[in-house]
């Protein structure tokens, strides 16, 4: 009987540890999707042209994708495309300050102020945005002319992000 | 009995006449300003791309500061002016950057009267500190400026700075402007009065618990996209630019100026 009583406690024991350990992994917070980007900045990005004009022809970049390559105009602003299907609160991390000029949510052009570096890498992502894309809709990234040929972006979702404004 | 109370009184009174210790005393610290440079507007050389494809090319880029302030957030409903969050603009207002709001309905509105609006018109920033600058800062050279001169003492009472401004003066650019709508380079020359502040946030307490001595130091980088939205080729007037104090040009670019970047720390 003593035998089965320290049996049924060992059980208890482990069981309650498991559902311990359990209850940690539940309230685990997600990790920084900024901090998460400095791992992904290693990657070279799928490559893709802006294109010139604000319409469909701009190429789509999705959220919680891979990294994207951009090729931009020296001379022109150029445009890239995000399809949204309900509110939703993204981070768009960049590895060339400035090459960001706006956001426009179809034809109207929508608040858009840089947050600074990243600050898990900030040498590496020296600009990101906290992007409020309210609306389901097209939004559009308008990259302006740059003296550099290509930019690396990301755009994840903004869960998990926090960071001092 | 008296009379050996007397020096002991004596003493008191001495010590409470004479200037009190504050909670934290400020040294010298610095300025610097600069152009921003290494971004996608960088065209090396001190040559900057515009967002209407036209390069220009500094031979002087001046930013001149008065002052210095630390300032500290007064009034009986500060709690609710302190849930203001640049990053968040309040109801009625598009944009917060650069210690500025943009009303929906286009007025621009300090940070200060944004918090005093929120918390009904009762809390007001109040100078603790001020530093007199005076002098035009070289930004193509990182030029740096002393900030000491402290008034109305380096004695800091138990106080929050919350928050750090910087008062501008005038703006000075030489540059010469080429590419984009302009069939040659025409040379631009600037010389623009300013009465706009950049502030910085900062929450930092004043008391017996921190440091004894603290340093001022403050950083202010002037963004590669200066001249964004400036058209030059409608500007250009034979082979030269003027941008006068008062037009729509001069808004444009006193407005990009608004976007510098300032770190403070103390």
């Known amino acids: 009987m003593r035998d089965s009583n320290r049996c049924a406690q060992c059980v208890l024991t482990a069981l309650l540890g498991c559902c311990a350990a359990c209850g940690d992994d539940g309230n685990a917070e997600p990790p920084d999707p900024a901090e998460a980007a400095c791992v992904e900045v290693d990657e070279a990005g799928h490559p893709i042209t802006a294109s010139s004009t604000r319409d469909d022809a701009a190429p789509e970049i999705e959220i919680g994708a891979e990294p994207y390559a951009v090729r931009v105009s020296p001379d022109d602003p150029t445009f890239v495309r995000v399809e949204v299907a309900e509110d939703t609160a993204a981070l768009l991390l960049v590895d060339t300050t400035d090459a960001v000029a706006a956001l426009y949510h179809g034809p109207d052009e929508e608040p858009l102020e840089s947050a600074g570096a990243d600050e898990f890498c900030p040498e590496e992502i020296p600009e990101h945005f906290d992007l409020d894309l309210h609306q389901p809709g097209t939004y559009f990234i308008e990259l302006g002319p740059s003296a550099v040929p290509e ?3 990301l755009l994840s979702g903004a869960e998990g992000h926090a960071h001092a404004h | 009995m008296r009379r050996a109370l007397l020096p002991l009184l004596l003493c008191l009174a001495g010590c ?11 040294e010298r610290g610095e300025l610097r300003a ?3 440079r290494g971004g996608a507007r960088d065209l090396g050389d001190d040559a900057v791309l515009t967002d209407l494809g036209y390069h220009v090319r500094l031979a002087r880029a001046r930013v001149h500061v008065g002052s210095f302030t630390l300032l500290e957030l007064l009034g009986s409903t500060a709690a609710e002016s302190s849930s203001f969050d640049p990053a968040h603009p309040p109801a009625g ?10 009303a929906e309905d286009g007025s621009l509105h300090s940070y200060e009267e944004v918090q005093a609006a929120l918390a009904g018109g009762s809390v007001s920033f109040e100078p603790v500190v001020s530093m007199e600058v005076g002098r035009g800062l070289d930004l193509l050279r990182a030029a740096s400026a002393p900030l000491d001169g402290f008034a109305p003492s380096a004695e800091l009472p138990r106080s929050t700075i919350d928050r750090a401004e910087l008062q501008l003066e005038r703006l000075e650019i030489e540059a010469t402007v080429s590419e984009g709508e ?3 380079p025409v040379e631009l020359a600037l010389d623009l009065p300013l009465s706009e502040r950049l502030s910085q946030t900062l929450g ?4 017996r618990d921190g440091k004894a001595t603290l340093r001022p130091r403050a950083r202010l980088r002037v963004p590669a996209t200066l001249f964004d939205g400036l058209d030059f080729a409608g500007l250009a007037a034979e082979a030269s630019i003027a941008i006068e104090e008062g037009s729509e040009s001069a808004g444009v670019l006193i407005e990009s100026l608004l976007g510098s970047g300032l770190e403070v720390t103390l």
């Not at chain 2, 409470?16 to 400020?26: C, R, V």
């Not at chain 2, 930092?204 to 008391?207: A, K, L």
């Open chain 2, 204 to 207: 930092r307490s004043i008391d």
């Open chain 2, 93 to 102: 207002y598009t944009l917060c950057h650069g210690g500025h709001c943009h």
């Open chain 2, 34 to 36: 600069e152009l921003a």
């Open chain 1, 151 to 153: 930019v690396w972006l």
């Open chain 2, 16 to 26: 409470t006449l004479e200037p009190g210790q504050g909670f934290a005393t400020l």
């Open chain 2, 182 to 184: 302009l069939e040659q």
